[in-house]
Each structure stands twice: as structure tokens, then as C-alpha cells.
């Protein structure tokens, strides 16, 4: 039995890591959205506007995600140690996870006001609320393109784009229930659309979530078939059969594979490791890779004991 473990490669298919300049992206679009919340949740509390409220709380949400996924950015750029062999690369996992927690308690919150509200809508002053969310809009659009040069070949700068951009079309609904305020006098329109809101941020979050959590469980990424990912390793000369192969994300961004080959004609030698590695780096997006590679077929699996997948 020879065991290979072969280098990392980055192919030109596979995921690439943010570049370093998006960390100033991250500090402009915290700073700008840190100064948006406040303007916005002071001028909720003086108007009375849950709607306001509830577009500080999901801004501010925002401000948190920004702030943890940036130190989840930079905790996942630490080097290997004796404890931490892949790093702490892992770290953005944790940070998807702990973004979509506090997105679920913002949302539990906002509800609460909102049904609360219905029984006895206060007085809205349309004007300010409308002058307030457009004030948003350009923030969370500035924001937003911020990242936008990033957002096709990072998953997590297009994460944040998206959310952004997001935010900015929250915010023009607060603008529409502003008028709607204005013109109509009726008060129930602002609970209504801090309900809305509450949509947009529970159906954004959950996604969020459940993706994370299957990621932490070590779930193939979702962008990653393993059904051609085996069909790529079977369909090599000399493999006779592939089992035990794993597929896992090490961060947001990276994915790890390990698989056995059985191959009875002997080693194939480094430049079939090399090949395999390239190969799977610049088809699937799979950087980091161990081969086994299995002389005899009687060897049995490791943890599948029938099928021996």
C-alpha cells in the first residue's frame, strides 16, 4: 500500500482567496453602515417608525456580519500550527454560523415590535421616513460595490455583495411604505412593511444557515458533484476501483479531498499524483488533495463495510 499525499494546488478553475484590499472594503462599507445605523435608529426612536427601526436593526445585523466575517477572514489566513494543521481556516465556518444566529434573534425581535404595533400603529411621519431609507439606499449601494469587482470569484466577497445589494432594495421598500404613509394616512402600512422586511431577512438568514451548519457537518459543497468528482477518479488507466472518498470544506472557500485507488498494476508515480491534483483543482474547485493509492482489492473500507463507497 503506498500512501500520497499530494501538494496543494490552485488551478485556475478552483475557488481564489479574497484578495488582501478587500479588508479596506470591509472597514469603508462597516464604517459607512455603523454611521447609517445610527442616523436611522435615532430618527426610528424620534418618529416612532418601526420600519425605521426594524432597517436599523437589519443594517446593524449587517454592520455584525461585516465585522464577523472579516474576523473570520483574517483568523482563516493563520498559518498551519502543531494543533491546527489546516490553519484556522475553519474559522469562516464558525463566523457564516454565528452571522445567521444573530440575523435570527434581529428578526425574533423586529416581529415582536411589529405585531405589537398593529394594536395601536403611532403616528408616522412620512417625509422623514422616506428622506431616512433613501439615505440608505445609497449607503447599502455604495456598499455594495464596494464588492463588486470580488463577487464572481469569491464566494464570500459575492456573499456580501448580494446582501448588500439586498439591503438597498429593503431599504427603497421603506421609501414605498414612507409615501404610502404620506398620501394614504394609513398607520398600519408601517408594521406591515417592518413585517415584509422581516420576510426578506428570514428567507436571506435561513439560507445562510442551513448552508453553514452543513458545512461545519462537513457536507460536500454544494458547487461540487461528487458523483463526477468519482467518475473523474474511476475513469483514470490502471484504477480499478475508488472508495473511501470524502469530500469537505475546510473554510467558505476551500474544499479537501481524500479517496483511495485501487490500482493492481502498481504505483503510477508521482506524475499521475500531480496530474489527479490539477485536475481536480481546475475541474471541481478542489485544492486540497490526498491520494491512497491500494495495490491489492482486498483491502477492505474504512468506514463503509457493504458497498464500500
Not at 414605498?176 to 398600519?188: D, E, P, S
Amino acid at each position: 500500500m503506498s500512501d500520497s499525499h499530494g501538494h496543494h494546488h490552485h488551478g485556475p478553475g478552483g475557488h481564489s482567496h479574497a484578495p488582501a484590499d478587500f479588508g479596506r472594503a470591509f472597514a469603508i462599507g462597516t464604517a459607512l453602515n455603523i454611521g447609517f445605523v445610527a442616523i436611522e435608529g435615532a430618527a426610528g426612536l424620534i418618529t416612532g417608525s418601526v420600519a425605521l427601526l426594524a432597517d436599523a436593526g437589519h443594517n446593524l445585523s449587517d454592520v455584525l456580519g461585516l465585522l464577523i466575517a472579516w474576523g473570520g477572514s483574517e483568523l482563516a489566513k493563520r498559518p498551519p500550527s502543531e494543533r491546527f494543521t489546516y490553519g484556522l481556516r475553519g474559522s469562516s465556518i464558525l463566523a457564516a454560523i454565528a452571522n445567521g444566529l444573530v440575523l435570527m434573534v434581529a428578526v425574533g425581535m423586529i416581529t415582536l415590535e411589529a405585531i405589537q404595533r398593529f394594536a395601536d400603529p403611532p403616528p408616522i411621519p412620512g417625509v422623514t421616513v422616506m428622506v431616512v431609507a433613501g439615505i440608505g439606499i445609497l449607503v447599502n449601494g455604495a456598499t455594495a460595490m464596494l464588492f463588486a469587482r470580488g463577487r464572481k470569484g469569491d464566494v464570500n466577497i459575492r456573499g456580501a455583495y448580494l446582501h448588500m445589494a439586498a439591503d438597498a432594495a429593503v431599504s427603497a421598500g421603506v421609501v414605498i411604505a414612507g409615501a404610502l404613509i404620506l398620501f394614504t394616512g394609513a398607520r398600519w402600512i408601517d408594521p406591515l412593511v417592518s413585517l415584509v422586511i422581516v420576510a426578506v431577512i428570514l428567507w436571506s438568514t435561513w439560507g445562510l444557515l442551513r448552508e453553514s451548519v452543513a458545512m461545519a457537518l462537513s457536507a460536500v459543497p454544494r458547487e461540487i458533484d461528487p458523483a463526477k468528482v468519482r467518475a473523474l477518479l474511476e475513469g483514470q488507466q490502471g484504477v480499478a476501483r475508488v472508495h473511501d472518498l470524502h469530500i469537505w470544506p475546510m473554510s467558505t472557500t476551500e474544499a479537501a479531498l481524500t479517496a483511495h485507488l485501487v490500482m493492481p498494476g502498481g504505483h503510477p508515480g508521482d506524475e499521475f499524483l500531480v496530474r489527479m491534483q490539477q485536475a481536480l483543482a481546475h475541474d471541481h474547485g478542489i485544492e486540497h488533495v490526498t491520494l491512497q493509492i491500494e495495490i491489492s482489492e482486498d483491502i477492505p473500507c474504512l468506514l463503509h463495510d457493504e458497498n464500500c463507497v
